[in-house]
């Protein structure tokens, strides 16, 4: 076809054209035609429309002078419709050459082609970057803005005509239909469940606001279409709700997506899961925006996305559906929270003597917690630098649903995320393996205890193993930390002060040892909470320890009573035993300072005398069942002050 050249005369108009073109009558004509296009299509991975002829196309093209010319394929005896009026305006023009690419102005999308070598990425992910190219978000700020606020409803063109005012290159044209859609089209959940009354077209799913995944995918692969940009919507399998861990796919395809061709290569992308959730009940739907479905990287988005044509897996190479089944689901929670492998990475574990374990590797500092059947209370987890480590005891032979959670270290909300799903197949019980209730998650010293100023821990496992039941830990504090510490059993009835007697502290310096004695054998949570001297406020629970003791002849009394006078860095060497014999002299030894006499108080009272540094003496506990400790801070003071208390044993 030819160009047609207006004179240069100011009286010049410029047209807008409508060419209309109806396929041949000619039936073999026909059966030829859609006998071609079914096979060039099953090559590209689409999935055929069962009326072709029904649908009306249409290429919509600009030129750089403004000229726009449109091209509707009509079915014979239907009506076409004009969608674009023609306008009129001044000055030369010229008409666009129709030969393609002999005319640099005319944008028109080509037929898309299928991938080949250049498009694949090598599989498994390199862990380099979330997108399948170079995507800077912060240069998107002002487009995102723009599209978000563009309302227009009337028709598909109109849209995407609007959109493209703040649109220079294709990956911002494909960003702007990108943000409009995740943001205004809305998962239908009636159309869901009742097909028959959902939208399909795209300029349905426009007007109504509100689809399923193939509107979605239908409305996106339109609107770049319109816009010039080589775009095709895929149907495959998908790891999405209702998803169950393990499971097999067979039948129909029950999810669509979309690729586009930007910067030589195909992309690929999800709008439908980009716009937000339903919730476990499928009966609300959220919007709530998700990056990590734009231009998502291959080797990632296979793990929840397997396409009916293995090759828009865009993958070298690419997964059988048995290795898509069998791969661990790792949601976009997992990547957007810098997380990068998990171990084991099949989503059935099996239990070895009643124990399974996880692991997960990420970039920086990462909290995690998990649920086990809905508790936390038959693992053991620990905080790595740049991971955690679980152990799982599931008390309950048979299948168990383990959720792993996780947030960043200086996320505000103390929300957590899932990011992992396993069924734990247990044969077996190790009912040694049985944790006290109050253990919290994770467990032992890490990065975060760190943080909190719980520096070079003598025990940096989360288990203290003892066989006599003392132990003993020991920290380098930071500045102007207080802490508190208390022991907690399922097979105790201690009281909130007894937890604390049964641990004493000692300070020297900037180290502080936790001295325990364990009332008795069995497993008992060591938890430790702090606060800064300077603050008034409460004390904070910072970590615990599990500590463990199987020696059933354990039995050890708690530590002395020491009231507020009892100073940080005082330390008592003698007698340790907070329960004193009767009828027997005992030594004190004692680490106090500035204090000008120090008495201890029986039936009789005994001076202590200062030596080196120690305050030292014996006392005799006939005839009481209480012994305090006394001191006298001031020589031209009269009083004394209550420091600690012992009990003697009943005769």
């Known amino acids: 076809m030819g160009t047609m050249d207006f004179k240069t005369d100011p009286s010049a108009v410029t047209l807008n054209l409508l060419l209309i073109v109806h396929p041949e009558e000619t039936a073999s004509k026909q059966k030829g035609q859609r006998e071609r296009q079914t096979e060039s ?44 009026k023609l306008s009129f305006g001044k000055g030369p023009r010229r008409l666009p050459s129709l030969r393609g690419q002999d005319n640099k102005g005319f944008q028109r999308t080509e037929a898309p082609r299928p991938p080949g070598g250049k498009d694949l990425h090598v599989y498994p992910w390199d862990k380099s970057s979330l997108k399948s190219m170079p995507v800077d978000l912060q240069q998107f700020e002002k487009l995102d803005a723009y599209a978000l606020k563009v309302n227009v409803k009337n028709s598909v063109e109109e849209l995407v005509k609007a959109l493209l005012k703040q649109a220079r290159t294709d990956l911002e044209k494909v960003r702007a239909i990108w943000m409009w859609i995740c943001h205004h089209i809305e998962y239908d959940i009636v159309g869901y469940h009742n097909k028959s009354q959902l939208p399909s077209k795209p300029i349905d799913v426009l007007q109504t606001g509100k689809s399923i995944c193939e509107g979605y995918a239908g409305l996106f692969e339109q609107m770049c279409s319109i816009a010039g940009i080589q775009c095709m ?59 990590f479905y734009f231009l998502t990287h291959p080797a990632l988005f296979i793990n929840n996305h397997f396409p009916d044509n293995s090759n828009w897996q865009l993958l070298k190479p690419t997964l059988t559906l048995k290795e898509f089944e069998n791969n661990m689901l790792h949601n976009s929670n997992f ?34 917690t998990f649920k086990l059947k809905g508790t936390d209370e038959h693992g053991l987890m620990t905080l790595k630098k740049h991971g955690m480590k679980l152990d799982i005891y599931p008390q309950k032979t048979g299948s168990h649903k383990l959720q792993i959670f996780a947030k960043p270290s200086k996320a505000s909300e103390d929300v957590y995320n899932c990011v992992l799903e396993y069924v734990v197949e247990c044969k077996s019980v190790d009912k040694a393996m049985r944790f006290p209730k109050d253990l919290h998650q994770p467990v032992g010293p890490s990065w975060f205890t760190e943080r909190q100023g719980f520096l070079r821990p ?51 310096g900037n180290q502080i040892e936790l001295k325990i004695h364990l009332p008795h054998a069995g497993n008992f949570v060591l938890k430790i909470y702090a606060k800064k001297k300077s603050d008034p406020g409460n004390y ?3 970590f615990n320890y599990l500590i463990t003791c199987l020696n059933t002849e354990v039995k050890w009394p708690a530590f002395p009573q020491s009231y507020s006078k009892w100073v940080e860095d005082y330390e008592i060497l003698e007698p340790l035993s907070g329960l004193l014999p009767a009828n027997r002299n005992i030594q004190f030894k004692l680490k106090m300072h500035g204090i000008a006499k120090v008495l201890v108080q029986a039936e009789n009272t005994y001076p202590l005398t200062q030596s080196r540094g120690y305050w030292e003496g014996t006392c005799n506990t006939s005839g009481c069942r209480e012994v305090f400790v006394m001191v006298h801070e001031n020589a031209n003071h009269s009083f004394y002050s209550h420091v600690l208390k012992y009990e003697v044993e009943t005769q």
Not at 77 to 84: E, G, R, V
Not at 467 to 493: E, P, R, Y
């Open 41 to 84: 299509s099953r090559s590209a991975g689409w999935r055929v429309s069962r009326e072709p002829c029904k649908q009306t196309q249409a290429v919509t093209s600009y030129s750089n002078e403004g000229t726009q010319v449109t091209v509707e394929i009509h079915p014979k005896d239907t009506t076409p419709q004009l969608f674009k």
């Open 233 to 291: 919507k895929l149907s495959g399998y998908s790891k999405g709700y209702g998803y169950k861990m393990g499971q097999t796919f067979t039948g129909d395809s029950d999810h669509a997506w979309n690729a586009v061709y930007l910067d030589g290569r195909w992309h690929l992308l999800d709008s439908t899961w980009g716009s937000g959730a339903v919730d476990d009940s499928f009966t609300k739907f959220t919007f709530r925006y998700n990056e």
């Open 335 to 368: 990547y957007m929270l810098g997380l990068l492998t998990a171990h084991p990475e099949t989503a059935v574990i099996q239990t070895v003597n009643g124990k399974a374990s996880v692991s997960v590797d990420c970039r920086s500092a990462t909290l995690f």
């Open 458 to 508: 003598s025990h940096p496992d989360p288990i203290i193993h003892t066989n006599d039941g003392h132990c003993s830990v020991t920290f380098t504090l930071g500045k102007d930390i207080s802490i508190l510490a208390s022991l907690h059993s399922d097979n105790s009835s201690l009281t909130e002060d007894m937890r604390r007697r049964h641990i004493m502290q000692i300070h020297r």
């Open 540 to 542: 904070d629970y910072i």
